[in-house]
């Protein structure tokens, strides 16, 4: 287009056979439209240009999101616990979209400057070459102020990316602790903190805005210092004849072709450098290694025999001993169950038989097999869990309850058996909506007690070989407590089943019963011969019977 007003111009100046004003004004007609079709075709493939480059980086975005996601779905037990939720959700989430930022516009106008440099300069030279290097003597300023820019973006992205997982952990903690903050009125000092992070955001955001607003006017200045550059020296080559007038406007338009290229130089580095550290943050998930891994996947079919062999574990942080030397053997169909006080190591016990997590010492083994060299993936379908926090999603009832069903299809009549069981049917039907009553997050419009059997009815209708009730009856009185254990020994009578406890009510009607104590085993036997023993077993049952 340059090149175009370029030879306009000239022949303007040239031409002297334009008799009439019809004749000037056909001919400003006839350059007018070629050159606005020329504008047409720029704006056509440009529209290409983003069409191709931007739609990408979308595609890609979505196939990152996903790579990360099957990354937190793969890694184990420990990592979560290492690893804070809000954390997680910004490297998913605003991570990702800064990526996205450097592989969309961050590409496509690099693309541009690199292609139109070439294309403009090389154009230039062919005009004149003296003038072309004039035009071009303040880039090795700007490539110094580049180099420069990039370094502290850097440094200043890094901060501030920091800061944001530190202010998202903050928002998720207090949005899911909000009742206990209202409970004890501290909305001003989780108000402060929240602000201090914040405050502390817009700190480093500012640095790293002010060294953006500095770089942008600097490169703007240099591009029209080359512009005031071409008028002046370019003015004296006309004077002399080395030169045409029509060079000079094509020379003026090519600068400014390349002035939004190279204005946006630091804009584009922010982008690349605050891509560079949210791609590294993303890398450092994506390069974590579970430490539970499913070696096996051939078929297995759980037969009901569980056994722990010398089994000790160290957690890794902390280097509490959780669980030492513990050694027991369940029977197909047993009902097994283990007691302790608070922090004696129960829920461990449970964590290490569904392979959260691998014992530091010994050997657990599933019918025979050893747990490390099972299936898991189908021991776990084989299991239906009930876990000491209970967790609802936000959805139906119906929907939480399917969630433990390895079927496809769950009929009303079954998820009415199955609440009946885990006695909360009474409680469903109550509800305006029955089945399809909305809970909110965690289950919040239910009781505790509620909850608690609506887990229950998730585990029983995955109608499982091995059910595993961790705790999960605390929040029941001891009428309802018979009630569903009643229907659970019916259900569970040709299963083998593990009830973990801290209630004797509970467990007393077990096969077998282990009393544990800061991890190792000290009673083991059924509920009458633990009674006999006079012991630790005894002690629990007398002081829990006075209290009753």
């Not at 201090?196 to 060294?211: D, I, L, P, W």
């Not at 014992?359 to 876990?387: A, M, S, W």
């Not at 109608?463 to 229907?487: H, M, R, W």
Request: with cysteine; proline share 2%; glycine share 6%.
């Amino acid at each position: 287009m340059p090149m175009f007003v370029q030879n306009t111009v000239n022949e303007l100046f040239e031409k002297t056979d334009l008799k009439s004003f019809l004749d000037f004004f056909t001919l400003m007609l006839k350059i007018g439209g070629f050159y606005m079709f020329l504008a047409f075709m720029k704006g056509f493939f440009l529209f290409l240009q983003r069409q191709s480059i931007i739609i990408m980086s979308r595609l890609i975005e979505y196939d990152l999101k996903n790579e990360v996601y099957d990354q937190y779905q793969k890694l184990d037990y420990s990592f979560f616990k290492k690893n804070n939720t809000g954390d997680l959700m910004n490297r998913i989430t605003e991570d990702v979209s800064q990526v996205r930022m450097y592989l969309g516009p961050g590409i496509m106008y690099t693309i541009n400057l690199v292609i139109l440099f070439i294309m403009v300069v090389s154009q230039m030279i062919q005009i004149n070459g003296k003038l072309t290097f004039f035009v071009l003597l303040p880039l090795p300023l700007m490539s110094f102020l580049i180099y420069k820019v990039s370094s502290k973006m850097n440094k200043l992205s890094h901060e501030v990316q920091k800061e944001q997982s530190n202010m998202s952990t903050l928002i998720q903690e207090f949005f899911s602790g909000i009742r206990v903050i209202k409970a004890y009125s501290r909305e001003n000092e989780v108000k402060e903190k929240f602000n201090n992070s914040a405050n502390e955001y817009h700190t480093r955001n500012m640095k790293k805005v002010f060294v953006n607003a500095m770089f942008m006017p600097t490169i703007t200045f240099l591009i029209g210092l080359s512009t005031l550059i071409v008028i002046y020296v370019g003015g004296f080559m006309t004077y002399n004849n080395s030169i045409s007038l029509g060079e000079i406007i094509s020379f003026i338009m090519f600068v400014n072709m390349l002035t939004w290229p190279f204005a946006s130089v630091g804009w584009v580095t922010s982008i690349i450098q605050s891509a560079a550290v949210s791609q590294e943050r993303i890398n450092e998930f994506l390069r974590e290694k579970p430490e539970i891994k499913n070696e096996n996947n051939s078929d297995f079919q759980f037969q009901g025999t569980i056994e722990f062999k010398n089994v000790s574990y160290t957690y890794p942080n902390s280097n509490i001993e959780a669980v030492h030397n513990l050694s027991f053997k369940i029977n197909k169909g047993d009902t097994f169950a283990v007691i302790g006080r608070t922090g004696s190591g129960k829920s461990s016990i449970i964590n290490l038989l569904m392979r959260q997590f691998d014992p530091t010492l010994g050997e657990i083994f599933i019918d025979g097999i050893n747990l490390k060299e099972v299936n898991l993936d189908y021991f776990r379908k084989q299991t239906g869990v009930v876990p000491q926090d209970v967790f609802l999603f936000s959805d139906t009832i119906a929907n939480n309850i399917k969630f433990g069903s390895n079927e496809e299809t769950v009929s009303i009549d079954e998820l009415i058996l199955i609440t009946k069981k885990a006695h909360v049917y009474q409680n469903i039907d109550a509800f305006l909506d029955k089945f399809e009553t909305l809970l909110g997050e965690r289950g919040v419009n239910l009781s505790g007690g509620q909850k608690q059997r609506v887990s229950i009815a998730r585990a029983l209708i995955r109608k499982p070989s091995l059910l595993i009730l961790d705790d999960c009856l605390s929040a029941v009185d001891t009428e309802t407590e018979e009630i569903i254990l009643a229907n659970l020994k019916n259900e569970t009578s040709l299963k083998t089943s593990v009830i973990v406890s801290h209630r004797i009510s509970t467990i007393r009607n077990a096969s077998k019963i282990i009393v544990i104590e800061n991890g190792c085993k000290v009673e083991e036997g059924s509920h009458a011969e633990l009674i006999n023993l006079k012991g630790t077993y005894s002690e629990i049952y007398a002081k829990q019977l006075k209290e009753s």
